[in-house]
């Protein structure tokens, strides 16, 4: 099984977690806990690769190798609420049972939810073959691989002048990619473009945008390359706070929110 370690999408993670660090304050607390979790999970991944888990190991592997440092990195460089409420549970919580939920996609309290999926997304994301063991879910609103709910929505670069690239969804879960429609609710699959709004902030975040439905009351977060090719999705999210406070005020919940908790 072949593990991905220090990739150039690592690579670009880094260094667009510290572009955006100095282009928006209100996100640096995120940002910077962002980037202290990429350097603890990089450790546990190479002794993964030495020793890979079967399919039913993900979460004792997870827990075992990389749980103490994503643990070690909130205390440093997370909000002290979320630090302290972390180690309780890493004291307190069965933990191998707290990321087999979350790998079931069971709904989780705030602190159990990251403590699993900072673990454990990160070993589905390096082996792809593990995502694939997950319980699947018959519909194109899920991830192929994991079965996982999509995180964010996002527009690639087609290379050609008259060619727009499709629209794709990023998992929640394995960060696996896949093709979805355009004009077609994320959540609920409604094709009622009529309500299917999109609110913007293009000053302040030129490539980012909510699609959000009126039908089922969901929304995600776009990020367009196009607009912005240095965006690097899975991170810009990450500043898109006001974004996602808008859309909460006007009553959209989140498809599933991010690792941060929002």
Not at 158 to 185: D, M, T
Request: net charge negative.
């Amino acid at each position: 099984m072949e593990l991905l370690t220090a990739t150039e999408s690592w690579t670009a993670r880094r260094r667009r977690a510290s572009e955006l660090l100095e282009a928006y304050p209100h996100a640096a607390e995120m940002l910077g806990l962002y980037l202290a979790l990429l350097d603890a999970w990089e450790p546990g991944l190479e002794r993964l690769r030495e020793r890979p888990p079967a399919a039913g190991e993900v979460a004792a592997a997870a827990v075992r190798e990389l749980l103490p440092a994503v643990l070690e990195a909130t205390l440093a460089a997370g909000p002290k609420v979320l630090g302290e409420a972390a180690l309780r549970r890493f004291h307190e919580a069965d933990l191998e049972g707290l990321v087999d939920g979350w790998l079931a996609g069971e709904e989780l309290p705030t602190v159990d939810r990251y403590l699993a999926r900072a673990a454990a997304g990160p070993v589905l994301e390096a082996m792809p073959a593990l995502a694939r063991t997950q319980p699947a879910v018959a519909d194109d609103r899920h991830c192929p691989s994991c079965g996982g709910l999509p995180q964010l929505a996002y527009f690639g670069i087609s290379g050609e002048s008259l060619v727009s690239a499709p629209r794709r969804l990023l998992c929640s879960r394995c960060n696996q990619s896949w093709i979805y429609p355009r004009l077609v609710c994320a959540a609920c699959g409604s094709e009622d473009t009529g309500r299917l709004p999109i609110y913007s902030d293009s000053e302040r975040f030129a490539g980012l945008r909510v699609d959000a439905c009126e039908v089922c009351r969901r929304y995600l977060l776009t990020v367009d390359l196009p607009k912005d090719p240095a965006a690097v999705p899975v991170v810009d999210e990450l500043v898109a706070i006001p974004l996602d406070l808008f859309a909460r005020e006007r009553g959209f919940q989140k498809i599933t929110p991010n690792l941060m908790g929002f």
